[in-house]
């Protein structure tokens, strides 16, 4: 998968990490699942490319 042309800069993903980390911990354990369900959903939906989005989760579950 190549890197976009707009894609974030380091302080950007550091800054996405964080938001993201933050509101894991605001959703709680019980509800963390559900909560990165409906980021994901919404996040597919601002791609608006099921291709593109299929690549971005076998890219996240490599390396586990």
Do not use: S, W
Not at 22 to 42: M, N, P, S
Not at 45 to 62: E, I, S, Y
Request: no cysteine; charged share 20%.
């Amino acid at each position: 998968m190549t890197t976009p042309k707009n894609a974030l800069t380091i302080p950007g993903l550091e800054t996405v990490y964080d938001a993201l980390a933050t509101a894991i911990d605001q959703a709680g354990q019980d509800k963390a699942e559900l909560f990165l369900v409906k980021l994901a959903l919404l996040n597919a939906n601002a791609l608006a490319n099921p291709k593109v989005f299929d690549a971005h989760v076998q890219a996240a579950l490599r390396d586990l």
